[in-house]
């Protein structure tokens, strides 16, 4: 089954501790992107890759790390978080130039 | 001005009613036109392209004004299930899709 895949899902954490969120595409994709969501402010651009060893800022990139090795991982590095980064956090991987398919998603709370 | 524009909603209608959304982009040079669906804490999913000739899928119709820079969304015989947010997003150059806020809506019994 053609999918995105995040891991955790869900995930509590303490400010300043390390975390990295996982996003796997099976789907032999070269542009994957991350993107946080909060409300009233809607769907935010993190990082994009347009191939592997190619990453580039979206539109709210402090705070946030990325590295794309392979083709088909994308992990989201929270060097030290925050509790401003409290937030629900998607994973998506698409062809160039088409439409683009979500992982299900990752709830973290920084406390 | 947001690069993409929607009415937040939420907009509430019966059953069999016929709801349509608008949405308006600022850039130009925009490429390509999705609407996505997203039910509450669910990732978004594709519903459907926009095309400038309008497309349809069942009661679904999608329409491009490119000179007026305006993307709508009409749902036909509306079902208890479309209760959602439908998010307008637009494709310009690098592959950057840029997502409307959305528009919540409220199909009641």
């Known amino acids: 089954e053609a999918q995105v895949t995040q891991n955790p899902r869900y995930l509590i954490t303490v400010t300043g501790k390390k975390l990295t969120v996982t996003c796997s595409q099976n789907?032999?994709?070269?542009?994957m992107s991350w993107y946080r969501q909060d409300p009233g402010l809607g769907l935010r651009q993190i990082y994009y890759?347009?191939?592997?060893?190619?990453?580039d800022k979206g539109d709210v990139p402090e705070g946030y790390k990325v590295s794309r090795k392979e083709k088909r991982n994308f992990p989201l590095i929270l060097e030290s978080p925050s509790p401003n980064q409290t937030s629900l956090y998607f994973c998506?991987?698409?062809?160039?130039?088409?439409?683009?398919?979500f992982g299900p998603g990752t709830r973290l709370t920084v406390t | 001005r947001k690069e993409v524009e929607q009415d937040p909603g939420p907009f509430n209608v019966p059953e069999g009613a016929t709801v349509a959304f608008n949405c308006t982009y600022s850039?130009?040079?925009?490429?390509?036109f999705f609407w996505y669906r997203q039910d509450c804490r669910k990732e978004p999913k594709l519903l459907m392209s926009?095309?400038?000739s309008g497309n349809e899928d069942g009661r679904f119709t999608a329409q491009l004004n490119r000179a007026s820079q305006y993307i709508s969304l009409l749902i036909r015989d509306s079902k208890l299930s479309d209760s959602a947010t439908y998010l307008c997003?637009?494709?310009?150059?690098?592959?950057?899709?840029?997502f409307g806020g959305g528009t919540r809506l409220m199909v009641k019994p």
């Open positions: 998506a991987s698409s062809s160039p130039a088409r439409e683009q398919y």
């Open positions: 789907m032999n994709h070269e542009y």
């Open positions: 890759s347009m191939n592997v060893e190619v990453t």
């Open positions: 850039n130009s040079a925009s490429q390509s």
């Open positions: 926009v095309y400038s």
């Open positions: 997003v637009v494709l310009n150059a690098g592959n950057m899709l840029t």
